[in-house]
């Protein structure tokens, strides 16, 4: 029997912290919302590395891409994005249609009754009535955590997964920035011990919240936040990496870090959260990767993105062998079908194929 959470208002529950919200996001003891990165931990950060490389195994012949195909036949999926998106919707839609799931989807409020006043919950309990699925981006921070605390309570629960929510959490990208970097770093001692800068408009950068919180589970990493002072991480990770022990340090010169560090994560400029035109203030230029760092990058190290790029990172760096954001890319959606199937519980089949 699927344990039914009730008993808690959503109040109480929204000021709980992220680990004490983990158990009303699984189901039977399996992850069944995918809200937050705090709810998960190490053992299902390498399960879902293991799985994704195994599925990308699988779908390299045609018997096993019928096999995928066959998983998940006869299911529905709902792909609710509000906020602009190219690989995050196209690579949640192909991870679907890898694993036999049909799509709909609603791409601006406009064309739904939200334009008659509807409530968004109302919009999204609809869905649930019609797919078993919903993936979610939306500009409000906490809104995916809301829908899925509210499917919770209903008798029929769809599983929620958060593809973006304002400027506070992308989970699933940092699934698959976890996944590249664990890609990247097999033959070199894995995640742990590794040293990773964070270059950009990291106060508003969703993903780099994101990734920050997932890599407190690995050992002995450093995280190196590069930003203009108005653009640095929010107090709220900072203390939550204090206090997780992770070490870290805020620096404003890119080239200085370049040459010791094992990854560089960049990423452009969220302006579209600007409340005043202040991104027009700040040179942002200096925390763009420029070619000659290429020749101070250690060899074995990489450079990611989240993307979309702006000019953070020239075209001409794309040919470095060191450039994984394209990886970061394909990743994602192998990453995207490893997290669906292992909600609807096939990640058993999935290990015995
Ligand atoms: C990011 C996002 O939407 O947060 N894009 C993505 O999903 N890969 C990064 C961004 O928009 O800058």
């Known amino acids: 029997m699927a344990k039914v959470i009730k008993g808690i208002d959503w109040e109480t529950f929204h000021k709980l912290r992220g680990s004490e919200k983990k158990e009303y996001f699984i189901r039977d003891e399996k992850i069944f919302h995918i809200i937050m990165p705090q709810q998960f931990d190490r053992p299902f950060l390498d399960e879902i590395c293991e799985l994704t490389s195994k599925i990308r195994g699988i779908a390299k012949g045609n018997k096993g891409i019928a096999f995928l195909q066959s998983l998940l036949q006869g299911k529905r999926a709902m792909l609710y994005f509000v906020q602009p998106s190219t690989r995050t919707f196209l690579s949640f839609m192909a991870a679907c249609q890898i694993l036999g799931i049909q799509c709909s989807d609603v791409r601006d409020t406009a064309t739904s009754s939200e334009m008659k006043g509807e409530w968004q919950e109302d919009t999204v309990r609809t869905f649930s009535s019609y797919v078993d699925l919903i993936v979610m981006r ?172 702006r000019d953070e990172i020239p075209v001409e760096i794309d040919a470095d062998k060191r450039a994984m954001y394209w990886r970061q890319v394909r990743n994602g959606m192998w990453v995207r079908v490893t997290l669906i199937a292992t909600i609807f519980l096939k990640d058993k089949d999935i290990k015995e194929y």
């Open 138 to 309: 939306h500009p409000q921070a906490g809104f995916a955590e809301r829908i899925a605390f509210l499917l919770n309570q209903i008798s029929r629960p769809v599983p929620v997964i958060n593809a973006g929510s304002g400027k506070d959490q992308h989970p699933t990208q940092a699934l698959l920035d976890i996944y590249t970097l664990h890609r990247s770093f097999e033959n070199y001692g894995g995640i742990d011990g590794k040293k990773i800068a964070f270059v950009g408009d990291l106060r508003r950068g969703r993903t780099v919240r994101s990734l920050a919180y997932l890599l407190r589970n690995y050992s002995d990493v450093t995280l190196y936040f590069v930003a203009p002072p108005e653009l640095q991480l929010g107090e709220d990770l900072k203390e939550y990496l204090r206090e997780q022990q992770v070490a870290f340090e805020e620096m404003d010169r890119l080239e200085e870090v370049i040459p010791s560090v094992d990854a560089v994560y960049m990423t452009r400029i969220q302006d579209e959260y600007d409340e005043a035109g202040e991104s027009k203030r700040i040179d942002y230029s200096a925390y763009y990767f420029k070619k000659e760092y290429l020749k101070i990058l250690p060899p074995n190290a990489i450079i990611m993105h989240p993307l979309p790029r």
